[in-house]
């Protein structure tokens, strides 16, 4: 069984940067596609960034586009959010998932088999 587990979440001032992790066991992953989603209170669960996980490719939403990088260690079956020069709009319940097929243009959560428990991100002015 996939599991997914995050962790690096935090309170933040604004402009500054945290780095999350999403540690993935229970398969081989070179098919997958993994990605970041968040959720802030009331809102629906949105797209952050997707990874192809064997090339390597990635996809971003333009809100986090230039600030935010998703990479992964396959050696430590890890992936990575590094968020940069973060707003208070970044704010919220960020959820690392996992799917073993499809393609880093699909971003609609629904799509996604497996979901860590999600790390909090609070960013403050």
């Known amino acids: 069984q996939v599991q997914l587990v995050e962790s690096g979440g935090g309170l933040v001032q604004a402009g500054g940067s945290l780095r999350l992790s999403c540690a993935a066991s229970?398969?081989?992953?070179?098919?997958?596609?993994m990605g970041w989603f968040r959720q802030a209170p009331g809102k629906e669960r949105e797209f952050v960034a997707t990874l192809a996980w064997s090339g390597g490719s990635t996809y971003y939403a333009d809100s986090v586009k230039e600030r935010f990088t998703i990479s992964r260690d396959i050696a430590k079956n890890t992936m990575y959010l590094q968020m940069n020069n973060l707003k208070p709009e970044d704010t919220a319940v960020y959820y690392c998932?996992?799917?073993?097929?499809?393609?880093?243009?699909?971003?609609?959560?629904?799509?996604?088999?497996?979901w860590g428990q999600g790390t909090q991100v609070t960013v403050s002015s």
């Open positions: 229970g398969s081989t992953f070179n098919s997958y596609v």
């Open positions: 998932a996992a799917n073993p097929y499809g393609t880093i243009w699909r971003i609609e959560w629904t799509a996604y088999r497996y």
